[in-house]
């Protein structure tokens, strides 16, 4: 039996608890043990050690992914940054951030909370936003510092008609322009990048809103009206509906979509928090429907 992405609430197919996940190879590595949500995420337990080495797992990762937006593996302990490197590698081609060209596994502390204490979609003011990321918690408050996902696909599909159809013609300027008043990290350049509103999955034909905090202007408006838009597809994207919460246990890993999510760190905690990052590259800039053939 196989496990389906809920398209409606009312169609929900999410597959047996209990459900080993298994290779190409038959070669099972972990079991699902929960849905936190019903539109969005996909809980697998799993034994750390022969995870790594698993490559023919990455074909399951990335199918629980595609279905189900993000990933939780559990069980496993903090890994070593060449460790972490080469199982999030396995996905793809690893992105270098441009605060840090040397190093794969990125950190992300409580320096810098404020930064992901908003709604966004990581890196969209590149032309090549990364297609993965993938995150493993190291040292985390005793209470709070959980992170949130929504469903920026089930969003799509939700949407009333008028707006899913104004949202299809749309194109959105990103920038990372407005890090310079929260990020202490040093900044280095302005970045920008317009996509479309609606980004098509090629894989799976799914379409998906492309928005977040990076989302600076949507192209043909003014100021005021771009705002406004931004922040009416916002709101829906982000409503409790599409959201899932994740309580995180050190050694969770999260692996995410990012082009049918966004996601925000909350930032309800004083103490040391410290997680390791690493971005996979897509292999095309987001596609709109116009770039769809007749
Ligand atoms: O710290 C987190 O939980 C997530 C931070 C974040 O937004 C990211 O790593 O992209
Ligand atoms: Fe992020």
Redesign the pocket.
């Known amino acids: 039996m196989s496990i389906q992405v809920p398209l409606e609430e009312s169609e929900m197919t999410l597959g047996p608890i209990g459900k080993t996940v298994a290779t190409g190879a038959e070669v099972e590595w972990g079991m699902v043990i929960d849905y936190p949500s019903p539109n969005i995420g996909v809980t697998v337990s799993i034994d750390g050690d022969s995870m790594l080495l698993k490559s023919a797992a990455m074909g399951d990762i990335r199918r629980l992914v595609s279905e189900h937006g993000v990933v939780f593996l559990r069980g496993m302990k903090p890994m070593s940054d060449t460790e972490f490197e080469r199982f999030a590698g396995q996905l793809g081609r690893i992105v270098y951030h441009i605060n840090s060209p040397d190093v794969a596994a990125i950190r992300?502390t409580q320096d810098v909370?404020l930064s992901?204490a908003v709604w966004?979609t990581?890196g969209t003011y590149h032309e090549l936003p990364p297609q993965y990321?993938v995150?493993q918690a190291h040292s985390l408050p005793a209470s709070g510092?959980d992170?949130m996902w929504a469903n920026a696909a089930a969003a799509y599909r939700s949407l009333p008609d008028p707006l899913r159809k104004l949202a299809d013609v749309l194109s959105v300027r990103h920038s990372n322009d407005w890090w310079r008043i929260v990020n202490s990290a040093p900044f280095e350049s302005v970045l920008e990048a317009v996509h479309p509103l609606v980004q098509v999955i090629r894989d799976t034909g799914e379409r998906a809103l492309l928005l977040g905090r990076h989302a600076a202007h949507i192209e043909g408006f003014t100021r005021e009206d771009s705002a406004a838009l931004i922040e009416l597809y916002q709101r829906h994207i982000t409503s409790p509906e599409h959201v899932v919460r994740w309580r995180?246990q050190s050694g969770d890993i999260a692996i995410w979509d990012g082009r049918t999510t966004q996601?925000y760190?909350v930032p309800d905690y004083e103490e040391v928090?410290q997680?390791r990052?690493i971005w996979i590259a897509p292999e095309e800039r987001p596609v709109g429907i116009a770039d769809l053939p007749n």
Do not use: E, L, Q, V
């Open positions: 992300i909370k992901n966004h990581d990321s995150i510092g992170t995180w996601h760190a928090r997680m990052r």
